[in-house]
C-alpha cells in the first residue's frame, strides 16, 4: 500500500532545450541586415532587370504595386527606362471558376514551355478579403515544380479592389517581365467569372478554362465571358470525366457559333486536356501559336496592342483623378462631415457628391 503525501513523478517532464548551432556567422548577418536595408537607385534595378536578375525584378514589382508617393515617381521612372526592352512575347490570360484547376493547369502549361526552352512569367492574383484586406498569395506553394524552374517567374499579387480579378497594376508589371526577357507572360486571375474585361484589355490570348459537369454548358449560350474567350479548355477530362468532357466539347463547340465573327478573325477554338495527368498541354500550346500566326499575318496583333494601350491611358487617368480627389486635403476635412449629414437624412449623396466635386475644381 502507498504511503500517505508519497509523490509520484510523471513521465511528462520538461527536459533542458538543446541550444541550436550558430549557422550564421555574426558578419553575414550584418552584411545581409545592411544590404536590406540599402535602397537600389533605379539605374541599378533597371539594369538588374535587363540582365534578367529576378531579384531586381521582384523588387521592381514591389515598387509598382506600392501606393507610396515616392514608390509611384520611382517605380514610373524605371518601367520607362524598360519600355524598350517590351512588347517582345505572347501575353496570355487565363481565367475561369475557381476550382477548376487554374494553378494545376498553369504549372503543367508553363513547365511545357520552359522544356521548349520558352522563359514564363506568370502573374497570378489572388483575391483579398473584403473585411481584412488580407491575400494568402499561396500561388507559389501550389505550382511547386514550376516555381523551382530557373527559366520561371512566379509572382502573386493581391487583387484589392480592382475589377475582373486583375490587380491594379498587373500591366506595369507585364512590361518589367518582358524586360527581363521572359517571352510568355501569362496571367491567372482570380476567376470570379464577372467583370473580366481587365484582364482582357492586356493580353493577346484570353483562355477560359471549364469543367464539365458542372452546369457550365447552359452558360455558352450566354453572352459574356464566352464571348471573350479565343479558346475553352474543359480541364479534368480524365478517368470517368472522359466522357462527360466530350459532350461538354459538343455543347461549347455549338454555343461558339451562336457569336459573331471576332475582329480578330480567329475562330475560338475548345479543346480537352488534364493538367494533373498532363494531357492535352501541347495542343493548347499548338491553338495559341496558331492565333499568333493567324493576328500576325493580318495586322490584328498589333493593332490589338495600341487599342489596349488606349484603353489604359484612359483607365489611369481616371485612377489618378480618383486618388487626386480623395488625396485633397479640401476633400478630407470635408468628406467626413457630409457622410453625417447624408447620414442624418439633411442632405442626399448626390448633393454631398455634388458640394465635394465642387471642391475638388
Known sequence: MAKKNQTYKSALKEQNGISPPESLSSDSAKTIKANRKKQPSIEDLVSGITSRNISALSRAITLVESTNSTHTKKAHDIITACLPYANNSIRIG???VPGVGKSTFIEAFGCYLTDLGRKVAVLAVDPSSSLSRGSILGDKTRMEDLVKDKNAFIRPSPSGDSLGGVARKTRESIILCEAAGFDTIIIETVGVGQSETAVHSMVDFFLLL????????LQGIKRGIIEMADAIVINKADGENVKAAKLAKVE??????LYPSKASGWSPKVSLCSALKQKGISEVWDMIEDYRSTTSS???????RNNQNTFWLLQTIEERLKSN???????????????????????????AAEYLLGLSN
Open 252 to 257: 461549347f463547340n455549338r454555343a461558339l457559333h
Open 325 to 351: 480627389f480623395y488625396n485633397s486635403s479640401k476633400i478630407k476635412a470635408e468628406l467626413k462631415s457630409q457622410i453625417e449629414l447624408v447620414e442624418a437624412g439633411k442632405t442626399t449623396p448626390f448633393a
Open 210 to 217: 471549364k469543367l464539365a459537369g458542372a452546369g457550365d454548358e
Open 94 to 96: 487565363i481565367t475561369g
Open 298 to 304: 493580318n495586322h490584328y496583333f498589333e493593332v490589338n
